[in-house]
């Protein structure tokens, strides 16, 4: 990498560059225009300096070693045309409510049969515990 390129930004204080020349081969660092790397240097201090409403992070030891947590929380401010919605948000979307359905039917029918076994009466009317009765029984 040509010395000049790094005191020209170092002059400048500019930390983001100086730690990206750091990080990166003298060969690759020297191919650098001064337009890509205002370019770089735009887009990273951007995704950086985004604040978040809520900024949760959590550090969980977990026998000998650690595990983190984090929890972001902030307004979208991608535009529409560059989030990336398939098929596939749509089809997840589908196969979440119907395991949603089938656990809420699940659980709703241990619940009766737990009414049942204890002799708790749920349903007084005589025609409900009928309908249910030969419901329960079809299966």
Known sequence: MPRNRLTKYSSKNDTFLQQFFICIPPQVAA???????????????????????????????????????????????????????????????????????????FLLSALYIVEMVLGINTFPKKEIQEFVKYFMGSF
């Open 31 to 105: 191919t650098f225009t001064d337009a890509q790397l205002t370019e770089l240097q735009k887009v990273f201090k951007e995704r950086v300096s985004k604040r978040h409403a809520v900024d949760i992070r959590l550090s969980i030891p977990f026998i000998k070693k650690r595990f983190y947590l984090v929890f972001l929380l902030g307004k979208e401010k991608k535009l529409k045309q560059n989030r990336k919605e398939t098929i596939f948000t749509h089809v997840n979307s589908i196969l979440l409510i119907r395991y949603c359905l089938v656990l809420i039917t």
